[in-house]
T-cell receptor, first 117, second 114 residues
């Protein structure tokens, strides 16, 4: 069963318009959730994390995400896209069950964001 | 800059050869993770070490091995290389490996098998 589902493999927005990257997760335990960004030929950079504190999490570069337990979602948003936001974005779930059975961090398949000038 | 250093950045070798990838974690981090990223498989967790001991194993082939040394740097050894091993190999580190701690990634080693 999928642990993390990124609902869109590609998202295209115009510069200055809002960004929405969708992520749904499955976890029977209290999960920690993360969003990472990967620019071409670079490593993954942490954007933000949710670890059972405030459900609305603010990250770097104007991104934020809201943890909705009832919907098992952790969508990433930004009010106004910038050209430099074009990259691959990964949603990640981590929980104790996964940590005890090996693969602690479970990555989604990624969403490629294109920003049109 | 994540503070995680990986060397070399690029590696080109031939089938059947053996290579070693090196990772220095962020200062103070005890846990090191290795990942493989390829176009067809996406990001695959390989193995985790914590303070010198293997903690978790993922989709790591028997031809691959890793270790973490007393100074906490880690090495990933890939042997009997095949064309399909061509990929980006990432190292990440975290403080103690707890589930609520983010992992910090290096820039990766791009391995090309000819």
């Amino acid at each position: 069963a999928q642990s993390v589902t990124q609902l869109d493999s590609h998202v295209s927005v115009s510069e200055g318009t809002p960004v929405l990257l969708r992520c749904n997760y499955s976890s029977s335990y209290s999960p920690s959730l993360f969003w990472y960004v990967q620019h071409p030929n670079k490593g993954l950079q942490l954007l933000l994390k949710y670890t059972s504190a405030a459900t609305l999490v603010k990250g770097i570069n104007g991104f934020e995400a809201e943890f909705k337990k009832s919907e098992t979602s952790f969508h990433l948003t930004k009010p106004s896209a910038h050209m430099s936001d074009a990259a691959e974005y990964f949603c990640v779930v981590s929980d104790m069950k996964r940590a005890n059975t090996g693969n602690q961090f479970y990555f989604g398949t990624g969403t490629s964001l294109t920003v049109i000038p | 800059d994540s503070g995680v250093t990986q060397t070399p950045k690029h590696l080109i070798t031939a089938t059947g050869q053996r290579v070693t990838l090196r990772c220095s974690p962020r200062s103070g981090d005890l846990s090191v993770y290795w990942y493989q990223q390829s176009l067809d498989q996406g990001l695959q967790f390989l193995i985790q070490y914590y303070n010198g001991e293997e903690r978790a194993k993922g989709n790591i082939l028997e031809r691959f091995s890793a270790q973490q040394f007393p100074d906490l740097h880690s090495e990933l050894n890939l042997s009997s290389l095949e064309l399909g091993d061509s990929a980006l190999y990432f190292c990440a580190s975290s403080g103690t490996g707890q589930i609520n701690q983010p992992q910090h990634f290096g820039d990766g080693t791009r391995l090309s098998i000819l």
